[in-house]
């Protein structure tokens, strides 16, 4: 369990507090939902564009946090779960992406018309 997930279950409010605060964002060109090695990758190549990215996920690092062994990532024949997690996290803080933790996505609304904004509804609740 991370940090940020002992606190939300401390901090009953904590939640409600986040999802205040993420209401008042501008909307991303780019929201990815779930933030393993797949939606940093994508995080990494949409940022890279100069395209407005959010990345969201339950936890930073996905599977990998839930293993100490890692072998035959291509180009690591052996790493640990926590180091890589540790490099993937790097590599995305080294472009301009917005990381929200510690939120599900639980709903997808489509835009009312074309070139509309979709939204995205998170369990806290919160709206993207
Ligand atoms: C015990 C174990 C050992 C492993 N060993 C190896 C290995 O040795 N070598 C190897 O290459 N691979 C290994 N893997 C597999 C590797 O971890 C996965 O292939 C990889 O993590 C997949 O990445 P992903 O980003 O596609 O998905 P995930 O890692 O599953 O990440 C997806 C993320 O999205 C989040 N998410 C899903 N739905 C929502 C939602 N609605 N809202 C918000 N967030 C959401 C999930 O909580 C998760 O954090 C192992 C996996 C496990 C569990």
């Given at each position: ?6 606190f ?12 205040e605060e ?28 100069g395209?407005?990215t ?8 996905g ?35 917005d ?26 609740p919160?709206?993207?």
């Amino acid at each position: 369990m991370s940090l940020a997930e002992i606190f939300s279950k401390v901090d009953t409010n904590a939640d409600k507090r986040v999802a205040e605060e993420l209401n008042k964002r501008d909307a991303y060109d780019v929201l990815i939902i779930g933030s393993g090695p797949a939606g940093a990758a994508a995080a990494i190549y949409s940022a890279r564009k100069g395209i407005r990215t959010g990345l969201m996920g339950e936890r930073f690092g996905g599977q990998v946090l839930d293993t100490v062994d890692i072998e035959n990532y291509i180009s690591m024949p052996k790493t640990e779960g926590a180091k890589l997690v540790g490099s993937l996290r790097a590599h995305v803080d080294d472009y301009n992406v917005d990381v929200i933790e510690s939120q599900s996505a639980i709903k997808l609304i489509p835009a009312a018309s074309a070139g509309g904004l979709h939204a995205v509804e998170t369990a806290s609740p919160a709206r993207y």
